[in-house]
């Protein structure tokens, strides 16, 4: 049931809440709602970092083969039109436990990978040695400048995405080229809001939360990216998954045999069937 009107944190328009979620009726964005005041990872303090540390190696040892993949196929996208010789530096934001360096120092001898995450002590020590850490209070204030920046599954996590694309139109050098890869509505959403209100409940819980602020329609992701001095070089919308299919079954709650079956059939289809991510290199066409 839609509760309540509220106004889009990302374009200003008009959107409609439903259950803890706002859709704007202009640029189409999905948000959480409410909104926060800023990313609560921030908040983690160093008492607890040996219990981050753990939390993260255990995703990684469930996702490190997906991610393998995946981040092949980004930094390949991104970097064509560069040479394995070349001397890049690269900066992956929000980089989680270090696993992109590995990638990127295999396609780019000779480049420098600097990593910054919200959390410093997600950075795992099995990485650590290919990964330029600067600590996420510094990076504002770090006078580093890169020629590539990787923003992978990174600006649905983020309170104030304008904000941050400010940051990295700074961070970039004059030619510099951002990569984003961040989830998408497809199909899915609309279709079940329509014929199957218990599950696009579920749908939303498992997707639009706290730790998913927003996920993105193409005109919202398009037009914040204009709004904030990039313009779009390469665009791509693809299914993407960094995890097994039960582990997005038992995030939805599904417990009914024939839907859990039927969301096993979707995962193993999706590259066919839905689009569930952006994938977009920018380039900076502007001071702001």
Wanted: charged fraction near 20%.
């Amino acid at each position: 049931m839609i509760i309540d009107k509220t106004i889009c944190k990302i374009c200003h328009g008009e959107c409609k809440r439903y259950a803890h979620t706002a859709k704007c009726l202009n640029c189409g964005v999905l948000l959480y709602y409410p909104y926060p005041d800023n990313d609560d990872l921030a908040n983690f303090g160093t008492s607890v970092h040996e219990k981050i540390t753990a939390s993260w190696m255990n995703w990684y040892i469930r996702a490190s083969f997906l991610n393998h993949t995946n981040f092949t196929n980004m930094f390949r996208f991104a970097v064509e039109r560069f040479q394995s010789g070349d001397a890049l530096t690269i900066l992956d934001y929000g980089g989680g436990g270090g696993q992109f360096a590995l990638i990127a120092l295999s396609h780019l001898l000779k480049c420098r990978v600097y990593i910054t995450d919200i959390c410093d002590f997600s950075l795992l020590p099995s990485w650590a040695p290919v990964n330029q850490q600067i600590r996420f209070a510094d990076f504002e204030t770090d006078k580093t400048r890169f020629d590539l920046i990787f923003l992978n599954d990174v600006f649905e996590h983020v309170s104030d995405p304008s904000k941050v694309l400010h940051l990295m139109h700074n961070k970039l050098k004059e030619n510099g080229r951002l990569f984003i890869d961040t989830p998408k509505q497809f199909w899915l959403y609309p279709a079940l809001r329509l014929i199957a209100p218990p599950l696009y409940r579920k749908l939303l819980k498992a997707t639009v939360s706290k730790a998913h602020l927003q996920i993105w329609s193409k005109k919202a992701f398009q037009n914040i990216l204009k709004k904030q001095g990039f313009k779009i070089v390469k665009y791509k919308e693809l299914s993407e998954f960094t995890m097994p299919p039960e582990h997005y079954l038992k995030n939805l709650g599904i417990s009914n045999p024939l839907i859990y079956l039927l969301g096993i059939l979707f995962y193993r289809n999706a590259k066919w069937i839905a689009r569930n991510k952006i994938m977009c290199v920018c380039e900076k066409t502007i001071n702001c």
